[in-house]
């Protein structure tokens, strides 16, 4: 079977170092579904207003490795990265076939604008750029499961980061750029590895370089240096 995409997704993040690792972890992190020229009709559309979330499948097109090379069993972050599960028991972007899936909240529907109309939502965990293969609703009576178990997940903790951001690193920042940045950062965007105090971290966002450290249970930004 051959896939082509349907759309691409914009989004704050120019690399994928710094994005939340599930999807609607961080509901205040804003993107867009802007579809490719052949998708830009109104009628594939028709009655999409009347959900609230969407599922959408996409590619992990940060991914370097080749599409060839995988393995049986991957590191999960929430594991500390250093417990190996199965691949298929995991949401890692490592996979034989680079799909990931994501639900993501409508926050309104723009119609007319240079790129046809985009879709804008909500609680995205996409990179800049990504191709996405298709958008399915969200149906609540048939995709929530408030009493399954999830593996794993369930018997792990884990306790977000408070965030700090100076009063002068604020300023540069727009109200709703520094709850997306405060959501972000209070993941934990590094390595589940890492924990030097000392080291200064990078992560592009919005077209600014975010510098930030992580000591006594805060993420601290250090830096913010706009392109």
């Known amino acids: 079977m051959e896939i082509r995409p349907i759309a691409d997704f914009k989004s704050p993040f120019g690399t994928k170092f710094g994005i939340p690792r599930q999807s609607g972890i961080v509901p ?10 052949e998708y830009r009709n109104e009628e ?15 590619e992990f097109s940060g991914n370097k490795e080749s599409k060839d090379s995988w393995s049986p069993t991957v590191r999960p972050p929430r594991l500390g990265g250093n417990t190996r599960i199965g691949v298929f028991a995991s949401r890692s972007p490592f996979r034989p076939n680079r799909l ?35 958008i399915k609703p969200y149906v609540t009576y048939a995709d929530s499961r408030p009493d399954a178990r999830s593996g794993f997940v369930d018997t792990t ?40 105090p000392a080291k200064t971290y990078g992560m592009e966002f919005g077209g600014m370089d975010i510098h930030f450290r992580v000591h006594d249970g805060t993420a601290e930004v250090t830096d913010i240096i706009k392109k």
Do not use: C, N
């Open 28 to 37: 205040e992190l804003e993107g867009t579904i802007v579809f490719r020229p």
């Open 157 to 196: 903790g884990w306790t977000p980061l408070e965030v700090a951001i100076p009063e002068k690193f604020g300023k540069m920042l727009t109200e709703s750029e520094r709850d997306m940045l405060a959501g972000v950062l209070a993941q934990d965007p590094r390595p589940q590895y890492h924990d030097d």
């Open 44 to 58: 594939a559309l028709r009655g999409i207003d009347g959900f609230d979330y969407l599922w959408l499948i996409w």
């Open 100 to 134: 990931g899936l994501s639900a993501v909240k409508i926050l309104g529907i723009e119609h007319d604008t240079a790129d046809g109309t985009v879709i804008h939502v909500s609680g995205a965990d996409l990179m800049d750029g990504t191709p996405i293969y298709d």
